[in-house]
C-alpha cells in the first residue's frame, strides 16, 4: 500500500473489484512515538523512531520520511496516521463454504447417476409397493419398508394405517427428491429454483421426520450458500429473504453470510428497517424474517436472530473498512 496518494489511486483501480480482489484498510493516529523533545522541538532521531515503527507493516517509499521529518519541521504537520491494509481473493472471502476446514465443504450425498434406470438403488421406481400421492395429482413410488425404516412419522402412520398409499399435503416437486434420498441416500438440489422451493422442501424434510435427515440438510444448506453468491444482483430485499430461511432452519453459515453483505453494503437500510423499537411482531417485515417469537429471541442468547444483530453490530464497530463483500 502505498502513502502516496497518486499513487494509491492507482493501486485503488488496480485492486477494483471487478479484478477479483478485497482490500481491507484500517487506519491507525500515531501518538506515541516520541516525534518532539523535551524542548518542544522536532526529535533528530524521529527518522529512526518512525522507521522502526514502519518497518514492521510496510516497505517506506523513497524519500518517505525526508519528506515526514520536513513536514513535523515546519510544523505543517501535527499527527501519522498509518493504513494497514490486507488484500485477499474475492473467492476465498465470499465462498466461505469452499474453505478446506468448512463444515460444508464435505460431499454428504452422492448425486443422481446419469444411468438412475440401471442402477439398483433406484429399482424402487419401477417395483414399489407403496404410494405416496400428492395435492398436484401426482404421485411418486416408494417401498413400504424403506418408508418405515427411514421415516418417524411414516413409522406412526403405518401403526395406525394399513393402505398401500398415503395422501400427503406437500407438492411432487419437493416430495420426489426426499423419497429419492432416503432410498438411495443421493440427492441433488434442481439447476435452478427460487427460496420458495427451498422452504418448502425443508418444510417437508420436517415433516417425515427422516432419521438421517441432517446430510441433506447440509446439502441444502450449501446450494443456497452458492446460490447467495451468484445471484447476478442482490438488493436489500432479496438478502432479507435469504437470511429468513436461514434463521428459520437454523442455517449458520447463511446467516453469516447475509450479515456480512447487510453490515458492508445495506447497513444504513438495515438500521431504518429494524431500529431498537421496531424489532418486534407489530413490525411486519420484522415478523416476516425472524418468526412471531423474533423479539423473544433477541433475549436469547444462542439464537440465530440475536447473532444475526449482535454480527452486524460488531462488523460495524471494529471490522477493517472494505472495498467489496460479496459483490
Given at each position: 500500500m502505498s502513502l502516496y496518494f497518486e499513487e494509491r489511486m492507482i493501486e485503488q483501480k488496480e485492486n477494483d473489484p471487478s479484478n477479483g480482489k478485497i482490500v481491507f484498510t484500517h487506519p491507525w493516529i500515531l501518538t506515541t512515538i516520541p516525534l518532539q523533545n523535551e524542548n518542544d522541538e522536532v526529535d533528530e532521531n524521529v527518522h529512526i523512531h518512525l522507521q522502526k515503527f514502519l518497518h514492521l507493516h510496510s516497505e517506506i517509499p523513497h524519500g518517505f520520511l525526508t519528506r515526514f521529518y520536513n513536514a513535523f519541521q515546519n510544523r505543517t504537520a501535527l499527527k501519522?496516521?498509518?493504513?494497514?491494509?490486507?488484500?485477499?481473493?474475492?473467492?476465498?472471502?465470499?465462498?466461505?463454504?469452499?474453505?478446506?476446514?468448512?463444515?460444508?465443504?464435505?460431499?454428504?450425498?452422492?448425486?443422481?447417476?446419469?444411468?438412475?434406470?440401471?442402477?439398483?438403488?433406484?429399482?424402487?421406481?419401477?417395483?414399489?409397493?407403496?404410494?405416496?400421492?400428492?395435492?398436484?395429482?401426482?404421485?411418486?413410488?416408494?417401498?413400504?419398508?424403506?418408508?418405515?425404516?427411514?421415516?418417524?412419522?411414516?413409522?406412526?402412520?403405518f401403526k395406525e394405517s394399513k393402505e398401500n398409499e398415503f395422501i400427503c399435503e406437500h407438492r411432487i416437486d419437493v416430495i420426489k427428491p426426499i423419497i429419492i434420498y432416503i432410498h438411495s441416500?443421493?440427492?441433488?438440489?434442481?439447476?435452478?429454483?427460487?427460496?420458495?422451493?427451498?422452504?418448502?422442501?425443508?418444510?417437508?424434510?420436517?415433516?417425515?421426520?427422516?432419521?438421517?435427515?441432517?446430510?441433506?440438510?447440509?446439502?441444502?444448506?450449501?446450494?443456497?450458500?452458492?446460490?447467495?453468491?451468484?445471484?447476478p444482483s442482490n438488493n436489500f430485499h432479496s438478502v432479507l429473504q435469504f437470511l429468513s430461511i436461514a434463521i428459520k432452519h437454523g442455517f449458520k453459515s447463511l446467516c453469516n453470510m447475509c450479515s456480512a453483505l447487510i453490515a458492508n453494503k445495506f447497513y444504513q437500510q438495515w438500521e431504518q428497517t429494524f431500529p431498537p423499537?421496531?424489532?418486534?411482531?407489530?413490525?411486519?417485515?420484522?415478523?416476516?424474517?425472524?418468526?412471531?417469537?423474533?423479539?423473544?429471541?433477541?433475549?436469547?442468547?444462542?439464537?440465530?436472530?440475536?447473532?444475526?444483530?449482535?454480527?452486524?453490530?460488531?462488523?460495524?464497530?471494529?471490522?477493517?473498512?472494505?472495498?467489496?463483500?460479496?459483490q
Open positions: 501519522a496516521v498509518i493504513f494497514f491494509e490486507i488484500t485477499t481473493s474475492e473467492k476465498l472471502f465470499n465462498r466461505p463454504f469452499e474453505h478446506p476446514l468448512h463444515p460444508l465443504n464435505k460431499k454428504t450425498c452422492e448425486e443422481y447417476p446419469k444411468a438412475m434406470e440401471n442402477d439398483f438403488r433406484f429399482e424402487f421406481l419401477k417395483n414399489s409397493d407403496y404410494t405416496i400421492k400428492c395435492p398436484d395429482d401426482y404421485s411418486m413410488q416408494a417401498i413400504g419398508m424403506v418408508l418405515n425404516f427411514s421415516s418417524e412419522f411414516m413409522r406412526k402412520h441416500l443421493c440427492f441433488q438440489m434442481p439447476k435452478t429454483y427460487d427460496l420458495d422451493f427451498v422452504d418448502r422442501l425443508l418444510e417437508a424434510i420436517h415433516f417425515f421426520e427422516l432419521e438421517n435427515e441432517s446430510d441433506i440438510k447440509k446439502s441444502i444448506h450449501k446450494s443456497i450458500c452458492q446460490k447467495l453468491v451468484e445471484e423499537n421496531a424489532r418486534n411482531p407489530n413490525n411486519l417485515l420484522f415478523r416476516e424474517i425472524f418468526g412471531p417469537e423474533g423479539h423473544i429471541d433477541l433475549e436469547n442468547e444462542k439464537s440465530l436472530t440475536l447473532w444475526c444483530f449482535d454480527l452486524i453490530e460488531f462488523a460495524i464497530e471494529n471490522s477493517f473498512f472494505t472495498n467489496i463483500i460479496l
